[in-house]
């Protein structure tokens, strides 16, 4: 049995307790019957804030997708992961916490493993506060009030600049009304959740709000050696906020979160092996015969791995924000002030085998980022306008050790050489790496619209952004005995051991200045019809190797590829917001193309002293595609969705892209060699391949949500409302799970399917079973290549059905 955590038991029965208590003041309320109302028609004149003021989503010339607090618990959205089952034109891949990937269009994060010493190219903002750490997309949302998933870059109206788009998550807000909400779920896999807020006033002036989550969940892998069940869930939230109205025109909020994840992760399974160039006796299938080791199961989807290191995925993010919004005249002032921590404690298994070859893979680290962002945003007859200042001040620092254990011999030196038959060689060989990276961001942006005629607005915006960045590594080498390794040994034994970890100090600086703008032209056609055209130009800031630095052929790490240069960005975008029906109806297209050169990529070399992988610069990529998204409510009594996306990304220039593992392994091809056809062992390999034209990972071409609810009115236990059935589904096509395209790490498509049945009160009471994954589709997230080019593939699953109940209450 997975235990419950004590946090969670605690909040769970604080959650039963607000549940199932009737609020006082409802005890002196006569139900009331509501009125039929299924036929009355309704629009979908959501709110959005996604330009720094209050405004209708249909009425701004921007690709944006918003779900709401209620479609996010309903569906079970309760982080990013979920949520892109929503939004078809977000992307998310996480084989932890720190190795997560959040993309929109294809584009954001380098997919695979991640580096401090880039940004992320999707900005998460919770209440205006810039989350840079993309580990805070695998918390539980906590209190959510909407979410809007804004498409294309984003610099000229938030304070850190994106070239991808921006997740903009808004809380509720502390009231001066007595009221609260409680939620508990239960499912299948010892799945347990939790959720409990509560606002009030303090004072005639002041309001607070308190917010609790916690969510366990036994995992969906068993591991057979420690008998363990892995990837299970173990997230714990609390966030309190203080709003203080100093006077009437100026509202100042103290806000407070910590959000702590401890759960039995993450792992893979074994899926595949390949034939790379690597000679036969030095493949996986080779490598394994000769220590008597089968994986557990060469059947992904029976859920099994063998993973001999200690798993675990110890995550804190926490911080504190003062929000101070001051009315002045046509305008708001508004200053927000923040300070996030993170602190990363991992333990990991990167030979993804039960073998003792890497018997430690961690790399804490700890974050303190400090922001400040001030913004004055102007309403006006002809004119609108945001100007402000951002200042972005950040320090992490990290601790790894990478050891390898007493399997590595065998399976890492040449079978013919004698050293391979004794296991001391490389047996507590560790490599013990410090980093630390400074980064520091200043920027001045605005954006103007002007309302030229009823019908007709410009919108043109701009940035300067000047950005400094310090980082330092040291590797460090010591054998199993504790002799450290100068990297300068010559005999045998010591070159074995210098093969796997090579000493290293490097320690990268850049500094840059970048001017950024965009330009949006709207016109309004029809009532109700939008159209719109955008150009941007956008740029993602330099970036540093922060993980160890590539060698080259003699085994000396390259300096040049310390530092990686910006990115440039040119976005095209064109788009069309419609409601008809007598707003019953909605129907939105867009169409883009981003291109984008010097891209900057996650590229790995197969060494086992650069596991993390490292940075470098692709010449030119480009993405550009349609989305559509339609919603439909004829009545009260029924409602419908359909979003869909189609997104061509690809690499138009790389032309020294690392190799993907069938061509990678063997000799390096030297002057006049030819390279060996892919999969060839004992082959000639390239020493870097060119992959112009090929698909960007991660990226599927075709990617659709869709769904429907219907309800009829009725009563159950004496109160009035309505019964309901709902249906989610989700399609994504095949995409490649490698940074350079492999046959061996093509990902499948997949749909998903979702239902839910359950009655909602007209007095907040909402009671639900539901079903994720109904029909059991087996799907993986991603695919992950093991390091030294043995052939092996190992992968994620996706999770299988899960079935459960929800009961909630609002009050």
Not at 458 to 471: E, M, T, V, W
Request: glycine share 10%.
């Amino acid at each position: 049995m997975y235990p419950f955590s004590i946090r969670s038991a605690l909040l769970l029965g604080a959650g039963l307790t607000a549940l199932f208590s009737t609020p006082l003041a409802a005890q002196d309320e006569a139900p009331t019957e509501a009125p039929d109302s299924a036929e009355e028609p309704q629009s979908y004149d959501i709110m959005v804030t996604a330009r720094r003021r209050s405004e209708s989503a249909q009425d701004i010339p921007l690709a944006v997708s918003v779900i709401d607090a209620r479609q996010l618990d309903e569906t079970g959205a309760f982080n990013v992961n979920r949520l892109q089952q929503l939004a078809p034109t977000l992307q998310f891949y996480s084989s932890n916490p720190r190795n997560t990937a959040v993309n929109i269009r294809g584009l954001g994060v380098p997919f695979g493993l991640t580096s401090d010493g880039f940004e992320q190219g999707v900005g998460i903002y919770v209440d205006d506060v810039y989350y840079s750490r993309v580990a805070s997309a695998t918390f539980d949302f906590l209190d959510v009030a909407q979410i809007e998933v804004l498409r294309g870059p984003q610099g000229t109206l938030y304070g850190k600049n994106t070239t991808a788009g921006a997740i903009n998550i808004t809380t509720n807000q502390p009231s001066f009304d007595f009221e609260g909400r409680a939620e508990v779920s239960l499912g299948n896999f010892e799945f347990r959740q939790a959720r409990l807020a509560i606002s009030g006033p303090l004072s005639d002036r002041v309001a607070a709000r308190v917010a609790f989550s916690g969510t366990s969940r036994r995992g969906t892998i068993r591991n057979v050696t420690t008998g363990q069940d892995i990837q299970s869930l173990d997230n714990l939230g609390l966030r309190t906020q203080v709003l203080w109205e100093a006077a009437d025109n100026l509202k100042i909020t103290l806000v407070g979160d910590y959000n702590k994840q401890d759960a039995d992760c993450c792992g893979s399974v074994f899926v595949r092996t390949g034939t790379t160039q690597r000679p036969l006796n030095r493949q996986f299938a080779a490598l394994a015969d000769a220590q008597n080791y089968a994986p557990p199961s060469t059947n992904p989807f029976d859920r099994v791995t063998d993973l001999d290191s200690r798993l675990n995925a110890g995550n804190v993010i926490a911080g504190a924000a003062l929000r101070a919004v001051w009315d002045i005249g046509p305008g708001t002032f508004t200053s927000v002030t923040a300070w996030r921590y993170w602190d990363w404690k991992p333990e990991n298994d990167r030979d993804f085998t039960g073998l003792p070859i890497v018997s430690l893979s961690q790399n804490p680290s700890q974050q303190n980022q400090y922001t400040q962002e001030f913004r004055y945003a102007y309403s006006g007859d002809k004119f609108d306008f945001v100007v402000g200042a951002f200042a972005f001040d950040q320090r992490i620092d990290t601790q790894g050790t990478e050891a390898q254990g007493l399997a590595a011999s065998r399976w890492n030196i040449a079978p013919n050489n004698p050293l391979s038959l004794d296991p001391t060689v490389l047996n507590g060989l560790t490599a013990r790496n410090t980093q630390s990276l400074e980064s520091t961001s200043l920027a001045l942006f605005g954006q103007l619209s002007w309302k030229v005629s009823d019908a007709f607005t410009i919108q043109p915006g701009a940035r300067l952004n000047y950005d400094k960045k310090s980082g330092f590594y040291q590797r460090r080498v010591f054998t199993g005995t504790g002799t450290e390794l100068t990297g300068r040994e010559t005999d045998a034994r010591s070159r074995a051991q210098l093969a796997i970890f090579q000493p290293q100090v490097s320690a990268p600086e850049d500094t840059d200045w970048n001017l950024t703008y965009d330009l949006t032209l709207s016109y309004e056609v029809a009532p109700d019809v939008l159209a719109y055209g955008t150009y941007a130009k956008s740029f993602k800031t330099i970036g540093i190797n922060q993980n160890g630095l590539p060698t080259d052929a003699s085994g000396q790490p390259i300096a040049a590829a310390g530092t990686i240069r910006p990115e440039n960005v040119d976005h095209f975008e064109v788009g069309l917001k419609s409601q008809f029906w007598d707003r019953r109806a909605t129907l939105n297209l867009a169409a883009f193309r981003t291109d984008i050169r010097d891209y900057q990529a996650t590229v790995i070399n197969g060494e086992f002293g650069v596991l993390r992988g490292f940075l470098a610069n692709a010449g030119k990529v480009r993405s550009q595609g349609i989305e559509a998204d339609f919603a439909i409510r004829p009545s009260q009594r029924f409602t419908a969705y359909t979003n869909a996306a189609y997104t061509d990304a690809k690499y138009v220039r790389f032309t020294d892209a690392p190799c993907p593992p069938e061509l990678a392994g063997g000799t390096i091809a030297g002057p006049g060699q030819t390279p060996s056809a892919p999969g060839t062992p004992g082959g000639i390999s390239p020493a870097n391949c060119d992959i112009s034209g090929q698909r960007l990972p991660g990226v599927s071409k075709w990617a659709f949500s869709f769904g429907a609810e219907g309800n009829l009115p009725t009563e159950f236990l004496g109160k009035p409302g309505e019964v309901y059935l709902g249906y989610d589904g989700s399609y994504r096509s095949g995409f490649s799970s490698n940074p350079s395209p492999s046959a061996f790490t093509n990902v499948e498509g997949y749909h998903l399917s979702n239902f839910r049945v359950g009655f909602r009160s007209d007095d907040g009471l909402n009671l639900f079973a539901w079903v994720r994954n109904a029909f059991d589709e087996n799907y993986f997230e991603q695919f992950v290549v093991g390091p030294g080019n043995t052939g092996l593939i190992a992968g994620l699953p996706g999770d299988p059905r899960t079935w459960g109940a929800t009961a909630s209450i609002t009050f």
